[in-house]
């Protein structure tokens, strides 16, 4: 017979594993098997997975708030497969109350990498390759700093979205939720500050998904007007497959590009 405390760390890890799993746009099957890329993953693939997307973002957030990278904290990046260097970035000369927010964030993501980094133990991958200037914009000003980093909030939302009709167990979904909504306090309050400085921010349109701030060119033809929020004209936060979260970050690429020159590490690494 199985006790009572080993059912509730076993539900635990399950639960965690199932909510680092939406956030990166992963799925279940008709059996309530987690999928990913057509065929069945295991949990460590699944927060892998999740880890890759996390170094990403502590490293934008860390080095845009104190020019360092994230190995110079103390957070560990070594790990399976291959490591890789993060280029690129600089130290943001921000305005007190931008700053406060990107303070924020990036103790959310720092604390993200160590919880995945935590939970893998030796299964953990390393950080690969990552190029913080993918899109050539992020650093010279605040400006270009709050336009990236709607877009990678912006698309962890996506991710949530396209994985909560397929989640059946409702302790699982519960998981899922209290992370997908710490992703959408992060995406508000960025677009806020980007429609705030009166249009100064442009937020470049990465898919045929996004969704413009107010008074920006248009991407997503069921907006009008673009959105202060990351919502459809039904009010609801667009969608976004795993294959599209890879585009996103690739660069339009399947394997390897833009944010990650070299591609991610693990098993989940195709568009």
């Excluded at 009010?235 to 690429?253: F, I, M, N």
């Amino acid at each position: 017979m199985v006790s009572e405390k080993t059912n509730r760390r076993e539900f635990t890890k399950r639960a965690l594993a199932a909510g680092v799993a939406a956030s990166v746009g992963l799925a279940f099957d008709s059996e309530g098997r987690l999928q990913a890329q057509g065929g069945r993953i295991t949990d460590t693939d699944i927060l892998n997975f999740a880890l890759n997307l996390e170094y990403l973002e502590a490293e934008f957030y860390t080095v845009a708030v104190t020019g360092r990278r994230i190995a110079e904290l103390g957070i560990g990046v070594s790990g399976r497969e291959t490591s890789g260097a993060t280029t690129g970035g600089a130290k943001v000369a921000f305005e007190p109350r931008v700053m406060v927010v990107a303070e924020q964030i990036s103790l959310d993501e720092q604390a993200h990498v160590k919880l995945l980094r935590a939970a893998l133990g030796n299964s953990a991958v390393a950080k690969p390759a990552i190029n913080l200037e993918a899109l050539g914009v992020g650093f010279r000003s605040q400006a270009e700093f709050l336009a990236v980093a709607a877009i990678f909030e912006d698309v962890g939302c996506s991710a949530y979205r396209g994985a909560a009709p397929l989640i059946r167990n409702s302790g699982v979904l519960d998981a899922a939720a209290g992370i997908a909504l710490t992703e959408g306090q992060h995406a508000g309050v960025l677009r806020f500050l980007v429609s705030d400085l009166n249009f100064r921010v442009t937020v470049p349109s990465v898919d045929a998904k996004a969704v413009p701030p107010i008074g920006q060119p248009m991407a997503a033809p069921a907006v009008t007007g673009g959105r202060l929020f990351f919502v459809d004209g039904n009010g609801l936060t667009p969608a976004r497959t795993t294959s599209e979260v890879l585009k996103v970050v690739y660069g339009g690429a399947s394997d390897k590009g833009a944010f990650f020159p070299d591609g991610v590490n693990g098993t989940i690494k195709r568009a």
